[in-house]
């Protein structure tokens, strides 16, 4: 009889590199809210894998830069934590951008690591050939890494090649989570994100990431229908503006757009009503920060 592995691997880098998009294309689901901004990804997400006698739990990570205020000092930390008590660490780099101070920071904390460190050349769709070698050889020549995978998260190039070589680093294990869950995270977090994701899709550079949401409640109607409550929390009565919108045209674009992605994960109708409240400088206030769930854990 086969013996089971299973493991914890975090995937670290710069914010933008395309960690979010890998993580969804791992469970095959989206759970992780993909933007092109930056600093999108504001917890530890974990995306569970699974396959008959392995399961890998990655951990998506917010990405690694200089903090601006409360909010930008826990996601840096969040994403140093994923790093302690894992079996592997993907360092995650994108192919159409030369190294820079972002990843000589991250690279000077993978040096200290015991666990192999592989280096996870992203966006190879959007590079020639020619110009991928010397990436690689300017990034191996900082630390040695375990392999070197080019991949494209997004069209899923080389993909099968970096399962299987995390398969093979896994020890023997347990099963951590059920065959069919893909994401320790519930179901009003995925929702809560989903609802974000389309705030920083939709506005664009008028609203930063001064965004929270909240989900108030979630119930079954007479008519079986599941109705949803949320809240959108800006920090300035301008962007409470833009997000409703003229008549109020932007938040219902918002919120038919979240609607479906949150119908799609559920595999239900769901009707989503939608807030949006102003509460000034959250991002700086760690009361603030606690009730939109950006806390540390304690044990």
């Not at 493991?7 to 759970?31: D, H, M, Q, Y």
């Not at 690279?107 to 050939?129: A, G």
């Not at 375990?146 to 093979?168: C, D, H, I, R």
């Not at 229908?225 to 929390?233: C, E, L, R, W």
């Amino acid at each position: 009889m086969t013996e089971h592995k299973s493991g914890f691997v975090a995937i670290v880098g710069r914010p933008n590199v395309g960690k979010s998009t890998l993580l969804n294309r791992v469970v095959g689901e989206k759970i992780a809210i993909m933007s092109d901004k930056a600093q999108t990804t504001r917890n530890k997400i974990q995306g569970v894998y699974t396959t008959k006698d392995t399961q890998i739990v990655f951990i998506d990570t917010p990405g690694i830069h200089k903090p601006q205020h409360r909010l930008g000092d826990y996601m840096v930390n969040e994403a140093y934590d994923a790093l302690q008590e894992v079996e592997a660490v993907l360092f995650m780099v994108s192919a159409d951008e030369k190294r820079g101070k972002g990843d000589n920071l991250i690279i000077e904390r993978l040096q200290k690591l015991s666990v192999p460190v592989y280096l996870v050349v992203n966006k190879i769709d959007k590079t020639h050939p020619d110009d991928l070698l010397p990436v690689i050889q300017d990034y191996s020549e900082q630390m040695p890494f375990k392999e070197v995978v080019p991949v494209s998260a997004t069209q899923g190039n080389n993909f099968e090649t970096l399962t299987q070589l995390l398969e093979e680093q896994m020890p023997e294990g347990p099963q951590y989570f059920p065959e069919e869950q893909i994401t320790d995270h519930p179901e009003y977090f995925i929702v809560a994100e989903f609802i974000r994701e389309k705030v920083l899709l939709l506005t664009r550079e008028e609203i930063p990431h001064s965004v929270a949401v909240i989900v108030d409640s979630v119930s079954r109607d007479e008519n079986d229908k599941i109705h949803i409550q949320a809240t959108i929390f800006v920090e300035r009565d301008s962007q409470k503006g833009i997000i409703i919108g003229k008549s109020g045209q932007m938040l219902k674009h918002i919120g038919t757009k979240a609607r479906q992605d949150i119908e799609k994960m559920l595999g239900d109708k769901v009707y989503l009503e939608l807030w949006v409240k102003v509460q000034k400088d959250w991002r700086d206030k760690q009361q603030s920060l606690n009730n939109f769930g950006y806390k540390k854990e304690t044990l």
